[in-house]
C-alpha cells in the first residue's frame, strides 16, 4: 500500500496537479503509509513530514475531539446553554443556543462579523465581543448552516471558559500533548513552527480566484494564510495548521479509545433539526453529528467520519476497517479532490457520497 500511494502522489506532482503532498493511512491500529512528495511554497524546499501546511477545517474534528473531552470530564453537557457561561453572549435571539447546536452547525451564528484587518481578526477578544453583540440568521436550532470561520470562536471561547484557560492551551492539554501530536497541529505557529509551513496555490485547472477592492482580506482562505498574524494568531474554526501525521494520529487515536464508545456513537450520529430532510446534495454542508462530518454510505453514515478543510485537506476515520487517513497538500481543488478520491479509492473507503 506505501507504494502504491506513493505513486499517486509522485504522479500528483510530476503532472503539475500538486507543488507538494503528505499522506499518512493507519489501518488496524499500524502505520501503513507514511509518504510525501514534491515542494513547499513559495520557497520550493522539498516536503518532508515536518511540513505543516494549513489545513483549514480539517482542524474542527480535534478542536470537537476537545469539547467532547470537557463532556466526559463532567465540565458541561451538550444540552447547556451558551448563556451559563458565556453571559454576555446570551441575548438578542441566542438565548437557546446550546452546546449541541453550536457543534452540529444549528446556531445561526455562521455569518462572519465585520472584519478589516488581519489584527482584527486575530484578537481573540474582539472577535467574541463582536460575535455576542450579533444577532442570529435564523433561530437557533431550526435550521444548518455551516459555521465555517466563526466555529473558531463559538466552540473555542465556550470551551476557554468551561475549561478556565484559553482555547489554544486546553486543546494542547486535552487532545494534542496525550495523543502526542503538539508538534504536528497547531492553532497559531509560534515563529520556529512557522519556518516549517508551506503556503497554497490554486491547483492546475482551477478558475483563478477573482479578487476585487472589496474582497475581505479573508478570502479566498489561501490568501488569508499568507499574513503572518493569521497564521500565529489562535482560529481554531479554519486556521489550523498541520502535517498528515498530525491528523492521521488523531482519528487513530479515536479508534483506539480516546473518546468513550457511548460519546463517539453520539458525536458520529446525524443531527439535525427536527421534522427536517435529510440533505444529501453536494455542497449541503448539512450532514454533521457533533462536530465531525459523517460520510461513508448513504445506508450507514457516519461509519466514517472527520472532517475535510478547504481545497482538499482531510482527515477522517473509518469505523469499519479501522482505518485512519489524513491528507495535507499545497494545490487548492475545490469540489472532490482528485488526489483525494484515487487513494480513498485505492484504499476502498467510500469516504464521501454527498
Not at 489501518?27 to 512528495?37: N, T
Not at 481545497?311 to 495535507?328: I, M, P, V
Not at 475545490?334 to 473507503?349: A, W
Request: net charge negative.
Amino acid at each position: 500500500m506505501q507504494d502504491k500511494i506513493r505513486k499517486i502522489v509522485d504522479d500528483a506532482v510530476a503532472s503539475g496537479l500538486e507543488h507538494g503532498v503528505q499522506c499518512v493511512v493507519w489501518r488496524d491500529g499500524k502505520k501503513i503509509v507514511d509518504v510525501c512528495a514534491g515542494t513547499r511554497l513559495p520557497d520550493g524546499k522539498p516536503v518532508t513530514p515536518e511540513t505543516l501546511f494549513p489545513v483549514f477545517s480539517a482542524g474542527k474534528g480535534i478542536v470537537s475531539t476537545s469539547l467532547h473531552k470537557l463532556v466526559e470530564l463532567g465540565k458541561c453537557r451538550y444540552d447547556q446553554l451558551y448563556s451559563s457561561v458565556w453571559p454576555e453572549f446570551g441575548k438578542d435571539g441566542k438565548e437557546s443556543i446550546t452546546l449541541e447546536y453550536a457543534m452540529s452547525h444549528r446556531t445561526g451564528m455562521h455569518l462572519m462579523p465585520k472584519t478589516d484587518t488581519p489584527e482584527e481578526l486575530a484578537d481573540w477578544d474582539r472577535m467574541c465581543k463582536e460575535l455576542a453583540a450579533m444577532k442570529p440568521a435564523f433561530e437557533p436550532g431550526t435550521q444548518t448552516a455551516y459555521q465555517a470561520v466563526t466555529y473558531s470562536w463559538m466552540a473555542g471561547e465556550f470551551a476557554a471558559r468551561v475549561a478556565g484557560c484559553s482555547f489554544r492551551e486546553w486543546v494542547r492539554r486535552s487532545v494534542l500533548e496525550p495523543l502526542g501530536i503538539e508538534k504536528d497541529v497547531y492553532f497559531g505557529v509560534d515563529d520556529a513552527a512557522d519556518e516549517r509551513v508551506s503556503l497554497l496555490a490554486r491547483g492546475a485547472g482551477e478558475v483563478p480566484a477573482e479578487i476585487t477592492e472589496d474582497t475581505p482580506f479573508y478570502l479566498p482562505l489561501e490568501r488569508m494564510m499568507t499574513y503572518p498574524q493569521v497564521r500565529k494568531c489562535c482560529l481554531p474554526g479554519a486556521g489550523a495548521l498541520a502535517t498528515a501525521n498530525g491528523l492521521a494520529k488523531h482519528y487513530q487515536g479515536l479508534l483506539d479509545g480516546f473518546l468513550s464508545e457511548e460519546t463517539l456513537k453520539r458525536a458520529t450520529t446525524l443531527n439535525i433539526p427536527p421534522g427536517t430532510e435529510l440533505d444529501l446534495n453536494p455542497g449541503s454542508w448539512a450532514v454533521f453529528g457533533l462536530g465531525y462530518g459523517l460520510f461513508g454510505p448513504r445506508n450507514d453514515l457516519g461509519s466514517v467520519f472527520g472532517h475535510n478543510g478547504y481545497g482538499g485537506s482531510t482527515g477522517f476515520a473509518d469505523r469499519n476497517t479501522r482505518t485512519a487517513f489524513a491528507l495535507a497538500k499545497t494545490d487548492i481543488h475545490m469540489g472532490d479532490d482528485p488526489t483525494r478520491r484515487k487513494i480513498c479509492n485505492l484504499l476502498g473507503i467510500d469516504y464521501k457520497n454527498w
